[in-house]
Nanobody, 123 residues
């Protein structure tokens, strides 16, 4: 079981990035998925989650209205569209697969983690 995150990079404040995450199909179809981020010296925090069929989503208050999570089960892909970026969004972003099919907000509910992709937002 592997998760591969990509799409990070350097963006200016106000700019946009789209993160992608691919997973082995067997895991992807049945699992809720999520994005977390970890800034230097801080705990890893929940960013967004999506149910197994995309029917339910959840966002951290800090990104609500700016970020959009989506998934394409046919492609075994998870996405995070990030708009109106601010320097506080700078972090390593991780995709993760939950144990169950619903939306999960807690790290302890996620079993598999990708390696992370760096997002840096300059002011």
């Amino acid at each position: 079981v592997q998760l591969q995150a990509s799409g990070g990079g350097l963006a200016q404040a106000g700019g946009s990035l789209r993160l992608s995450c691919t997973a082995s199909r067997r895991m992807f179809i049945n699992n809720g998925m999520g994005w977390f981020r970890q800034a230097p010296g801080k705990e890893r925090e929940f960013v967004s989650g999506i149910s197994w069929n995309g029917g339910a989503t959840s966002y951290a208050d800090s990104v609500k209205g700016r970020f959009t999570i989506s998934r394409d089960n046919a492609k075994s892909a998870l996405y995070l569209r990030m708009n109106s970026l601010v320097p506080e969004d700078t972090a390593v972003y991780y995709c993760a697969a939950a144990r169950a099919g619903g939306v999960r907000l807690e790290k302890r509910d996620y079993t598999y983690w990708g390696q992370g992709t760096q997002v840096t937002v300059s002011s």
